[in-house]
DNA sequence: CTGAAAGCGCTTACAG
DNA sequence: CTGAAAGCGCTTACAG
């Protein structure tokens, strides 16, 4: 099963490659219409298929964007991507998704992999080393989009959550509804990963401003499999808190269980907030009160962006961050 | 920023094309120690990547395979494909995941422009429709591999689930807990979509087994949009059914949201068991029993055979269907 | 041990 | 209105 080329439709048809392409580039100016017929029909009885890779060898463009996830995990990860791909779609481009699976190196293999196959543009969550290759990538103005983290001295585009924002509106919650003690609990924060950061930094601030003060022994970070172990003990604590906000969707997983396993009422033993609007919160029993990211507006606007860069070379992507609302929904385990 | 090319890499550690080439392919059987150095700190001081597109067109193969799925909504889905991407990047391929989103249409064009790209292999969970795109690929010996559906009637490699089994293990669970009017619900079974079908057979055939008799108003199938109105009828029924089997997991969540929004109680009200082990089983309230598919083994499978008849072409394909055993996972909603 | 040349399947500027 | 030719950036069989 010999692959047909374009120039076995030209030889078919009994007219030169040149024209073939013209008619596939839809480049009709000066075709006439017996050409047209002949080519056509060529292309028909031969089941002619174009070959992209060639295409894209000689117009330097793929048609096609990676994207390189932190960690697949996140239901937040994979409704973004989602959302990229819808835009990307529409635009009649491909999408590579890769999962960094929070390893540098992998980040770093794919981000030179994905080059390798000349892909036209990159989204990535960074992990947040491999300084150096974005700093790179930014002299070279390669189109590349941040999403979720940045890097706050590298002059990329870069879409974020108001991350101090999203504790905030939980903090304000639990106070209104009459709580005074409350712990935050993410995920490990030793790697100055934006979004934690961010969210420790609001929490601490909506204590303050609520003329609260801070128990260094309320906040926790933890790697996913420590977190229950965490919550156990900061749960025996003397003065225990009588809420959480969990820091993701991860840890609101890992709460939940633990709360589940130990018999707790939520919110009676434990109210309890988690940033990130799973899937389940709205049925889940109680209901649970959720700091929801825009995803598919994030995604959107990533997309659409690093397009606009790509179609339209003189288009100047942001160098500064853009953010996104949070919203607070209110359900019942508060 | 001009890219560098192979050419430019020769000419500055004054070899030829050819040489690097030789270098970057490891092909160091006659190179002496001086031209390889040579081309190393060329390369190094050129900051030198290699154009995978222009490699791709030369060998005829991308390193990458597509996946399309039928609809990326179900979280067999996305754990079948993150198992599929992990084989195939253990193996230095690529995958492009695709989201045919129950439409046929969406499904055909996908194929198309996957092999546009010319994918080495394609891994599928067909809509349905398409039989004749799917047997031109059968004859052109084209590597392909269908996933959690199949066509019986074209020699096609297919890696399901004992569809049957999965429905009988969910239904003999619930005999054993004393049980016995129970009911089906699943999404539209109009497209004789392969699990669809043989759960509903499977479902049948487990209650003629326990001498039980079918009611068929008892089994239902509906869109995702009118399942929740399709169960309100359906336990409106003077003999209600005392139990149900979610034959999926966006089935399942359509039943919970129900079964909270009418404060019923699981399972005192209503027995539930849900195909699909939903990430949050274990720990919602009640913990709900499910029906696992080894979603891991699946997708790792398919990759596996995928890649293995891409790299040797002789090697042979199955060309019939692979089926895996569902585990009831046994919690408290029964 | 290394290089010149052909070729993968397209596109495009230019000639006629 | 259409075609011959060059070229995209690689690889590879072959010559030396």
């Not at 073939?20 to 060529?42: F, H, I, P, W």
């Not at 974020?160 to 995920?187: C, P, Q, W």
């Amino acid at each position: 099963m010999k692959k047909i080329t374009i120039a076995d439709v030209a030889a078919h048809a009994g007219v030169s490659k040149s024209t073939v392409s013209q008619y596939l580039n839809e480049r009709y100016d000066y075709m006439g219409k017996a050409t047209k017929d002949k080519v056509k029909a060529a292309i028909e009885e031969l089941g002619y298929q174009p070959n992209a890779v060639a295409r894209s060898l000689k117009q330097k463009s793929t048609k096609t964007i990676g994207v390189i996830v932190a960690n697949i995990l996140h239901t937040f990860s994979t409704e973004v991507s989602r959302a990229i791909e819808d835009v990307c779609n529409e635009e009649g481009f491909h999408t590579i998704v890769c999962n960094a699976d929070d390893d540098p190196d992998k980040e770093k293999r794919y981000i030179e992999m994905l080059r390798a196959k000349q892909v036209d543009g990159l989204i990535v969550f960074p992990t947040g080393n491999n300084r150096d290759l974005y700093r790179k990538m930014v002299e070279e103005d390669y189109p590349i989009i941040l999403l979720d983290r940045w890097f706050p001295d590298i002059q990329l585009p870069a879409i974020l959550l108001e991350n101090e924002l999203a504790s905030m509106l939980a903090v304000d919650h639990f106070v209104e509804k009459g709580y005074r003690k409350f712990g935050l609990i993410t995920t490990s924060i030793l790697k100055h990963i934006t979004p934690r950061q961010e969210r420790l930094n609001g929490f601490e601030k909506a204590l303050e401003k609520h003329g609260l003060q801070a128990n260094e022994q309320f906040i926790r970070s933890a790697s996913k499999e420590d977190i229950q172990a965490s919550l156990h003990d900061l749960l025996q604590q003397p003065e225990r808190p009588e809420a959480i906000l969990a820091g993701n969707d991860l840890v609101l997983t890992e709460v939940l269980k633990y709360v589940k396993q130990h018999q707790l009422s939520i919110p009676e033993d434990l109210a309890l907030i988690g940033i990130d609007d799973v899937p389940y919160a709205s049925f889940y029993t109680p209901a649970i009160t959720t700091v929801a990211q825009p995803t598919f507006k994030m995604g959107k606007m990533s997309a659409e962006i690093l397009l606009k860069k790509i179609v339209k070379k003189s288009f100047d992507l942001p160098d500064h961050e853009v953010r996104f609302q949070p919203t607070l929904m209110v359900r019942d385990s508060v």
